[in-house]
């Protein structure tokens, strides 16, 4: 991580930071419902966004205000967002925009990931992808559960030395948004290295590192991790999990001085929304493709630059 991106990252869990120590459940409650609004960003970059400007209700880049057949205001502020492996993007929010009328709704509808109703892939395809990452997904018989499992009421295990997730028997069979919460939070566990470090083989049979052991967390704090994240997914596929409120108040309400990680809980968020998808590969890009990546982006930004700087001298 350069020092660029590690300010970044202090930055935003400051902001949260003095959130958390001033207990202030509103302002925590009117960032879980940006969260909602813009479904069609990155977690992080929806987080990064806020922190800069908490007061912005939606966001997007010039090229996708332009499908709302909308422009950029002479002046206005852009927000900055971060790419995947290249430089920053300029983004604006829709009071700094102006052309054609548009709703809140038609902003929803248009991006959103989905139409909320929930889909039994998605389940599947995150079983299959915990396996790319040496995760293994069971739904044993009662007897072998229970011997685990402190309470029949235990929706979930997550294997401290294992690498197993256990859910509870009585989801066997078809999957439902019950059964995919819970496994979005003992995922989260595991990613948030609630459970210790993790490591994965690359298809080369390389090890890579997946997350650093944090497994010294008080247990209030991995629950809330994992819940947070949990939320967060939901609402990247427009599913209602918990009301913003009740979120606020229950983190606000079990936060002591120490501090959860809030830009590792919406990287991980991002991570297992794509573990949704069917050929979802937990890869770690070679150098010369983050250079390549690096160039592709930089030309097409030197391209809008010089764009701009033609039709100025035309007017």
Same mark, same amino acid.
């Given at each position: 991580?350069?020092?660029?991106?590690?300010?970044?990252?202090?930055?935003?869990?400051?902001?949260?930071?003095?959130?958390?120590?001033?207990?202030?459940?509103?302002?925590?409650?009117?960032?879980?419902?940006?969260?909602?609004?813009?479904?069609?960003?990155?977690?992080?970059?929806?987080?990064?966004?806020?922190?800069?400007?908490?007061?912005?209700?939606?966001?997007?880049?010039?090229?996708?205000?332009?499908?709302?057949?909308?422009?950029?205001?002479?002046?206005?502020?852009?927000?900055?967002?971060?790419?995947?492996?290249?430089?920053? %993007?300029?983004?604006?929010?829709?009071?700094?925009?102006?052309?054609?009328?548009?709703?809140?709704?038609?902003?929803?509808?248009?991006?959103?990931?989905?139409?909320?109703?929930?889909?039994?892939?998605?389940?599947?395809?995150?079983?299959?992808?915990?396996?790319?990452?040496?995760?293994?997904?069971?739904?044993?018989?009662?007897?072998?559960?229970?011997?685990?499992?402190?309470?029949?009421?235990?929706? &979930?295990?997550?294997?401290?030395?294992?690498? %197993?997730?256990?859910?509870?028997?009585?989801?066997? &069979?078809?999957?439902?948004?019950?059964?995919? &919460?819970?496994?979005?939070?003992?995922?989260?566990h595991e990613l948030l290295g609630h459970c210790g470090e993790r490591k994965y083989k690359d298809k080369k049979g390389n090890t890579k590192l997946l997350i650093h052991n944090r497994s010294n967390l008080t247990k209030d704090i991995a629950e809330i991790e994992a819940e947070l994240t949990a939320w967060i997914v939901f609402g990247k596929f427009g599913i209602e999990?918990?009301?913003?409120?009740?979120?606020?108040?229950?983190?606000?309400?079990?936060?002591?001085?120490?501090?959860?990680?809030?830009?590792?809980?919406?990287?991980?968020?991002?991570?297992?929304?794509?573990?949704?998808?069917?050929?979802?590969?937990?890869?770690?890009?070679?150098?010369?493709?983050?250079?390549?990546?690096?160039?592709?982006?930089?030309?097409?930004?030197?391209?809008?630059?010089?764009?701009?700087?033609?039709?100025?001298?035309?007017?």
């Amino acid at each position: 991580m350069n020092p660029k991106q590690q300010k970044i990252y202090t930055d935003v869990n400051n902001y949260f930071n003095n959130i958390l120590r001033l207990k202030n459940s509103d302002e925590f409650q009117k960032y879980l419902e940006f969260l909602k609004r813009v479904p069609f960003q990155a977690p992080f970059n929806n987080t990064l966004v806020f922190v800069q400007n908490p007061s912005l209700n939606y966001y997007a880049t010039e090229a996708q205000w332009k499908e709302f057949g909308r422009t950029i205001k002479p002046n206005a502020r852009p927000e900055v967002i971060l790419m995947i492996f290249g430089p920053v %993007e300029f983004v604006f929010g829709l009071e700094d925009t102006e052309g054609r009328e548009i709703t809140s709704d038609s902003i929803l509808n248009w991006w959103k990931e989905s139409d909320g109703k929930f889909d039994e892939n998605v389940f599947h395809n995150t079983v299959s992808s915990c396996a790319k990452i040496g995760l293994s997904v069971k739904i044993p018989e009662p007897s072998k559960y229970f011997n685990q499992a402190s309470s029949i009421q235990t929706k &979930g295990l997550a294997g401290i030395e294992t690498s %197993e997730i256990y859910l509870n028997p009585s989801y066997k &069979g078809n999957p439902t948004y019950e059964s995919y &919460g819970v496994l979005l939070h003992e995922i989260a566990h595991e990613l948030l290295g609630h459970c210790g470090e993790r490591k994965y083989k690359d298809k080369k049979g390389n090890t890579k590192l997946l997350i650093h052991n944090r497994s010294n967390l008080t247990k209030d704090i991995a629950e809330i991790e994992a819940e947070l994240t949990a939320w967060i997914v939901f609402g990247k596929f427009g599913i209602e999990k918990q009301s913003e409120v009740y979120l606020a108040n229950y983190v606000m309400g079990k936060m002591s001085a120490e501090m959860f990680d809030m830009v590792l809980i919406t990287k991980v968020s991002g991570m297992i929304f794509s573990m949704s998808k069917k050929d979802w590969k937990p890869r770690i890009p070679t150098q010369r493709e983050k250079l390549r990546d690096n160039l592709r982006k930089n030309i097409k930004i030197l391209k809008n630059h010089l764009a701009k700087v033609r039709a100025n001298n035309y007017e």
